[in-house]
């Protein structure tokens, strides 16, 4: 596909237009004075006009802040144009020139599909408890003042090739990756997933960058706001700081390394300071996952500087990150051969420096989403029912426990259509014990079907295989008594395998089939967890719902009402393959 990226800034518009199958760029560049010489409109025209021989299919805009609203790529409509302009009081240098290129865009070539790709959307699942900061929690949920991180696209690009580069699945690594360029952030990815990064609710917190303070006490910012006011802080901070605001020579580390090397000690101080911070955050970052596979580095500085990655990386041997000094001098990346391994052969944690290509990374995005297969769209949370024990009958089974010809009468609908809970109930007896009161679901099926929990089955003693509903066979013996009987089923008694219930549309929607294995992430409260080897049953007559039993509730601490994500395996990927084995 033949992608148009647009990086739209306050001042500048930078584009290329790429092919996302060999990612080859076709032409690119950069319109400067954006704004003042020229409009939005004026700058997109001019880059149509020179991409008029290319056959453009879809259009790709990166898009700084996408806060709450997008937790992955999204095609604009008029809605999401909406979502985007909500976010410009979280980036008001930023979204206000994304959307003003967005709009031109669109209005410019109104009949391909145009993409957002958010920088953010890689950290939007973060745990809670790396995106809150220790505020008044009204005051921070007024403000939406939490961690949102960026560079997502950066980091989540060359994750990937990490991952593909060490002949790993993502979602077996535990990846620190460093985006050290003008802008410096570094990311934690666990198992596929940022779970830390250290740019915040703007891109000013975290690691030293070229002209941006990173991490500071809020106490410096409180004495310079009252000492300098507060627009002269803001200057300060972002325009003023960093390698620029130490040294004393400019942001560019090339500059700087000179001037060090001449013993101006401004500069010697910048260079460590700036590694200081990133090898304190590898450190962190080991912590936060309990570990570390991979340390990634990129961005100019990160591809570029051999020095400087030395620097970062001593002192990091108890890790097992051990550097191959000849190997990291030696280390060049490109478009072409975009990684190279800097650690000794037998070193326990592999480091890489790989080329970003951020652009490549939008184009391919963007592509996915204008084809219809994005991994995953806007999240839509799925609902969680928690089943209770209960007892599925047949015919024989009702006149055995209820009386002949005895029907079951509606105590209350279930939401899967056509179901109910029944005003009967049974009592399960198994060799060690006996749970009372189980309530009996309608209607009646073609076999008998009993679904406990695990705890359930110590309590009765038996041990029951976890099955998909229906298949009772070669499962686990009950006795059920009614108020006319006692029966007892040889098999018939499951553990029910946690499944999602959906329609055709839903599946579409979320790209999964009858009899897909998905991970749902439940978040937000106490015991946030991941439940795997989810089944997807797929049919029109479904309503979307997932189902659980108690045990499975109580280990996420939910309650009725709980919703939960879905969380999408590539095709092929290790979770998809092991679990399809499953099936
Ligand atoms: P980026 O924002 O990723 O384009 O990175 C730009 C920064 O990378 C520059 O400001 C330099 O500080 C740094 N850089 C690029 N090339 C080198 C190099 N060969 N050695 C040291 N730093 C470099």
């Known amino acids: 596909m033949q992608v148009l990226v647009i990086n739209c800034g306050s001042s500048s518009v930078k584009y290329k237009v790429l092919d996302t199958t060999g990612g080859e760029a076709r032409l690119g560049g950069t319109i400067e004075r954006v704004g003042d010489e020229r409009s939005h409109d004026d700058a997109i025209a001019a880059i149509l006009e020179e991409a008029a021989d290319l056959p453009i299919e879809v259009v790709g805009h990166r898009v700084v802040h996408g806060g709450e609203a997008f937790h992955d790529a999204q095609r604009i409509d008029d809605a999401v144009e909406a979502a985007i302009e909500a976010c ?13 290129g967005i709009r031109a865009a669109r209005r410019l070539l109104p009949d391909v599909p145009h993409v957002a790709v958010f920088d953010t959307a890689l950290h939007a699942r973060m745990p809670r408890r790396a995106k809150t900061y220790a505020l008044d929690a009204e005051v921070a949920g007024k403000y939406g003042l939490r961690r949102y991180g ?5 980091h989540a690009y060359v994750a990937d090739l990490a991952a593909e580069h060490l002949g790993r699945d993502l979602r077996d690594l535990r990846i620190v990756s460093l985006h050290l360029g003008n802008g410096a952030s570094a990311c934690a990815l666990e198992l596929g997933s940022s779970v830390e990064t250290s740019m915040g609710m703007t891109p000013l917190e975290g690691l030293v960058m070229g002209t941006r303070s990173g991490d500071l006490d809020p106490g410096v910012v409180l004495l310079l706001a009252r000492e300098l006011g507060v627009e002269a802080t803001d200057e300060l901070l972002n325009r003023r700081s960093g390698l620029a605001g130490l040294s004393g020579v400019g942001n560019d580390l090339r500059d700087i390394q000179r001037e060090a090397e001449e013993g101006n000690d401004r500069a010697r101080l910048a260079i460590t300071v700036f590694a ?5 955050y590898i450190g962190a970052y080991a912590a936060v996952m309990g570990g570390v596979d991979a340390i990634v580095l990129t961005g100019g500085i990160g591809e570029n500087s051999a020095e400087m990655r030395r620097r970062i990386l001593q002192r990091l041997d108890f890790l097992g990150v051990r550097l191959d000094e000849d190997a990291n001098v030696a280390a060049k990346v490109s478009d072409a051969r975009p990684v190279a391994d800097i650690s000794e052969a037998h070193a326990r944690v592999r480091t890489l420096v790989v080329a970003t290509n951020e652009e490549l990374r939008i184009a391919r995005q963007a592509a996915k989403v204008a084809r219809g297969d994005q991994d995953v769209k806007q999240p839509r949370p799925i609902p969680i029912a928690i089943s209770a024990r209960h007892a599925h009958l047949d015919r024989k089974a009702m006149d055995v426990l209820f009386g002949e010809g005895s029907e079951l009468t509606v105590y209350r609908p279930l939401s899967q259509p056509g179901q109910f809970a029944s005003e009967q109930r049974v009592n399960l007896v198994g060799p060690r014990g006996r749970i009372e009161g189980v309530r009996v679901l309608g209607p009646l099926r073609r076999a008998c079907q009993v679904e406990v929990s695990r705890t359930d089955e110590f309590r009765l003693g038996v041990d029951a295989p976890i099955r998909r509903s229906g298949q009772v066979k070669g499962s686990a013996p009950i006795t059920l008594e009614g108020p006319k009987g006692t029966l007892h089923l040889d098999e018939g008694l499951i553990c029910a395998w946690r499944h999602i219930h959906m329609t055709t549309a839903d599946a579409e929607a979320y790209g999964v089939q009858d009899g897909d294995m998905v991970e749902v992430t439940v978040s937000g409260g106490p015991r ?11 049919k029109d007559s479904y309503a979307l719902e997932m189902h659980i039993d108690t045990d499975e509730a109580n280990a996420a601490e939910l309650s009725p009402g709980a919703a939960g994500e879905l969380i999408y395996s590539e095709p092929g990927s290790k979770a998809t393959a092991t679990l399809q084995r499953k099936r």
């Not at 200081?276 to 304190?280: I, Y």
């Open 88 to 100: 410009v009081p979280l980036a008001p240098l930023h979204n206000p020139a994304n959307l003003a």
């Open 150 to 154: 960026f560079h997502g696209t950066s």
């Open 276 to 280: 200081h911070r990133c090898r304190k």
């Open 528 to 538: 946030d967890l991941t439940f795997g080897d989810v089944l997807v049953r797929v």
